[in-house]
């Protein structure tokens, strides 16, 4: 078979049957329900052996679109005669015998679990998608209903960090930063982290008092923060057991925890124990390095830090 595309004036005076529109569609959405979890269910239990879908929901098989229409769409169950219980399945199906999609019921085997969806591909058969199980108990006159419906997903945006996508995102959206590298996902509350990674910083700022002997480095990986703080010497005079020191480091802004201070074990000159403190962005203090809980320290002695700390900024 030659090279061939559609539509085209080539192809068929541009007309597309069936078959080809779905080779065309099947991937311009995924299979399943537009809208989110948080929606009410689509089947519930109705009156009796039947079940309910309700009104108003759209979905997508194969890039063919369905609607349960204006009113509730009522689909009967069959009765369990046997002595097991029987679990069923509401299902949209599409059927390339007449390439329609319409919800049915697909029964199920007394003790044998639930039906296998069949999802068949080509020009013929049918393609089913899940919308709930439905239990039958031997004998009974009523079903219940597990909802199991799957939501179309989001495509993912290119964006910035500083013009991050639809200023009204929907619930699992995605948008991928270019400048920062950064992969988050839209809850429905705010923005989250889903994958980062970003190049080492130096964080070094010199402060009066102290030397930077090793380098302060941080990193972030998925929303969460690694501090490798360095090494520092004091070179300005004896700082008292009493009095906070401000360490020749700052955490940049987009790397500090939002509300919580962090604590961070420090060893002095001596084989002494210290403690610093990294402030928050709700401080005054925002990103500084703070010696909090020390002896005294004299010109010339050093802090060694203690490695890796981590925080969650995201």
């Known amino acids: 078979m030659a090279q061939d595309s559609w539509p085209s004036p080539s192809h068929n005076d541009r007309a597309v049957t069936d078959a080809e529109y779905e080779h065309v569609a099947a991937r311009f959405s995924d299979n399943g329900v537009y809208g989110d979890p948080t929606d009410t269910a689509v089947v519930t239990a109705g009156v009796g052996l039947n079940v309910n879908i309700r009104p108003n929901v759209d ?65 013929t058969g049918v393609y089913e ?75 070094d700022s010199p402060v009066y008092g102290w030397a930077n002997e090793t380098a302060s480095v941080i990193e972030m990986r998925n929303g969460t923060v690694h501090l490798r703080l360095g090494s520092f010497r004091r070179t300005a005079g004896t700082v008292g057991f009493e009095v906070n020191s401000r360490l020749p480091v700052l955490i940049p802004s987009a790397y500090r925890h939002p509300n919580r201070d962090q604590f961070v074990l420090v060893y002095i000159t001596g084989a002494l124990l210290g403690r610093a403190t990294i402030y928050s962005s709700t401080t005054a203090q925002a990103g500084q390095v703070w010696l909090t809980q020390h002896p005294d320290i004299t010109t010339g002695e050093r802090i060694l830090s203690q490695s890796g700390t981590s925080w969650v900024v995201d």
Not at 108 to 123: E, H, S
Not at 195 to 202: E, I, L, M, R
Request: net charge positive.
């Open 129 to 203: 998608i899940l919308l709930a199980n439905i239990t039958v108990q031997a004998g009974a006159s009523s079903v219940t209903v597990t909802r199991g419906e799957r939501y179309v997903g989001m495509r993912v945006r290119p964006c910035t960090s500083t013009s991050l996508t639809d200023p009204n995102p929907t619930v699992g959206e995605m948008a991928y930063e270019t400048d920062t590298g950064l992969l988050r996902i839209y809850t429905g509350s705010g923005w989250r982290s889903v994958s980062q990674h970003a190049a080492p910083v130096v964080i």
């Open 59 to 123: 979905a997508s098989v194969r890039g063919h679109a369905w609607t349960s229409g204006t009113s509730t769409v009522t689909l009967a169950v069959a009765a369990n005669v046997s002595g097991s219980t029987r679990t069923d399945r509401a299902i949209l199906r599409l059927d390339r015998s007449d390439w329609t999609v319409r919800a049915v019921i697909k029964q199920g085997t007394p003790g044998a679990g639930v039906p296998t969806l069949t999802q068949q591909t080509g020009d």
